[in-house]
């Protein structure tokens, strides 16, 4: 496989310092790997903290900055960060009014997130925890205990961080964000398997004429495989899928969000299939984003998120952001 890279071992350090160079807002470490917001702490302001293994890309780092995250943690590609990095970001950012770390549910980031609170609270740190479980296609695996966590992570982190922006107390950040999680859901359709730096070969077999549904984002095993399908088939099974559990009874915010392998002019057709089939279920959609936000390395593929959401929700998500990855109103 051909990649534009030095050597597996250095590619994280390789793009922390490229999103140092690009990126003169954010303070990035590229030893220690945590990135903080420039101007962190800010004063009378919670601080959000979230982080897993690379190779999801602009999740998290690109996602910080005003309106959304506050420090992230980067660890090897699809391995949790270590509680050391945890801490260390906490620390950047703690204005004395608590921080809230943002933990996808799988195994190594629920442990070292869980670690990285004791340690924190050991230095006079106040910590809540909120843990993002919306995947839908499995319950319980290899990998976590109950639903995966995947494109609600973004849902989560900008509406969280609107709220905290407006000086609300962790108490009111932290409900915010579990009201979002528990109001989301997703399902993934991997059409190629992701191929890592360290392997430099595809992490699992997917014959040429098949797809995998209900796969995650470290290109765990779905529901079934099945034989190539057409965009709308595809969608009619995802967004169905997730309308089983979510059951809205009003509008929704939609998340069309590409693996990283798959252009813009497969995710935009894509995404008028989701809206074909939640116009047929007669659910309005109240905002959509479409684009590669949650990233599976160069997995091509994509994903639905819906998120249900009233006045409030859309307030906090339209509110300003201003991050590599998401930027609007600023």
Not at 192 to 199: G, V
Not at 249 to 255: C, D, H, K, M, R
Request: charged letters at 20%; aromatic letters at 4%; hydrophobic letters at 40%.
């Amino acid at each position: 496989m051909k990649m534009l890279i030095n050597v597996p071992e250095s590619v994280v350090p390789d793009a922390l310092r490229g999103m140092a160079a690009a990126h003169p807002e954010l303070t990035v470490d590229v030893e220690r790997r945590v990135v903080v917001r420039r101007d962190a702490p800010v004063a009378g302001k919670v601080g959000l903290v979230s982080g897993g293994g690379s190779g999801h890309e602009p999740l998290h780092g690109g996602f910080v900055g005003p309106g959304m995250l506050d420090a992230a943690c980067p660890g090897e590609v699809f391995t949790s960060p270590v509680p050391d990095q945890m801490v260390r970001a906490a620390a950047a950012v703690d204005s004395g009014k608590g921080v809230l770390f943002v933990v996808k549910n799988y195994t190594g980031d629920v442990l070292n997130f869980n670690m990285a609170a004791e340690l924190a609270e050991d230095e006079g740190i106040q910590v809540a925890s909120v843990l993002v479980n919306d995947d839908v296609a499995v319950t319980d695996s290899l990998y976590t205990a109950g639903r995966r966590g995947t494109g609600a992570t973004l849902f989560v982190e900008k509406m969280a961080g609107a709220v905290a922006e407006e000086g609300a107390p962790l108490e009111r950040v932290e409900a915010i964000a579990r009201r979002v999680n528990e109001s989301s859901r997703s399902f993934g359709v991997a059409l190629t398997a992701c191929t890592t730096p360290a392997k430099g070969s595809p992490t699992f077999d997917l014959p040429p004429g098949e797809l995998e549904l209900g796969v995650g984002i470290h290109g765990e095993p779905g529901r079934e495989r099945r034989a190539m399908m057409t965009s709308g088939e595809i969608a009619d099974y995802a967004v169905g899928t997730v309308l089983e559990e979510l059951r809205p009874s009003g509008p929704v915010l939609a998340l069309v969000n590409g693996a990283g392998g798959t252009p813009l002019l497969e995710l935009y057709g894509f995404t008028a299939e989701v809206h074909r089939v939640l116009r047929e279920r007669g659910v309005p959609v109240a905002r959509t984003l479409v684009g590669n936000y949650v990233t599976s390395l160069d997995m091509a593929g994509a994903s639905v998120t819906l998120c249900r959401v009233d006045d409030e929700l859309l307030r906090l998500w339209d509110a300003p952001v201003r991050t590599p990855g998401l930027r609007w109103g600023c």
